[in-house]
């Protein structure tokens, strides 16, 4: 069973940078992936990237390639998500979730253990 906390959210400014983090415990594997989505208001989740535990093997959504960037910190156990050039829309509930069947999909239902989420509002 993996667990997932969320930190790193806030308020930010448009055109900052901000890292979120993803403490996962409970056992990993080299098939464990955890990914990052995200949700606004209204909107259904949204796909950012994930990691593969044993490789780091990384797949990202197109949309966001460029000012997003996952990774893993093997010491602290944790994924991070730096984001950088936060635009208004870009505010929601950032997520993390994990499977370890080693799929490396956005698929949302292939994801079997997920976070609380950690929000980010961006102001304009």
């Known amino acids: 069973q993996i667990q997932l906390v969320e930190s790193g959210g806030g308020l930010v400014q448009a055109g900052d940078s901000l890292r979120l983090s993803c403490a996962v415990s409970?056992?990993?594997?080299?098939?464990?992936?955890v990914a990052w989505f995200r949700q606004a208001p209204g909107n259904d989740r949204e796909f950012v990237a994930a990691?593969?535990?044993?490789?780091?093997?990384?797949y990202s959504s197109d949309s966001m390639k460029g000012r997003f960037t996952i990774s893993r910190d093997n010491a602290k156990n944790t994924v991070n998500l730096q984001m950088n050039d936060w635009k208004p829309e870009d505010t929601a509930l950032y997520s993390c979730?994990?499977?370890?069947?080693?799929?490396?999909?956005?698929?949302?239902?292939?994801?079997?253990?997920w976070g609380q989420g950690t929000q980010v509002t961006v102001s304009s």
């Open positions: 409970g056992g990993t594997s080299k098939w464990t992936v």
């Open positions: 979730a994990a499977n370890d069947r080693g799929l490396l999909t956005k698929a949302i239902s292939l994801y079997d253990y």
């Open positions: 990691i593969r535990w044993g490789d780091d093997r990384i």
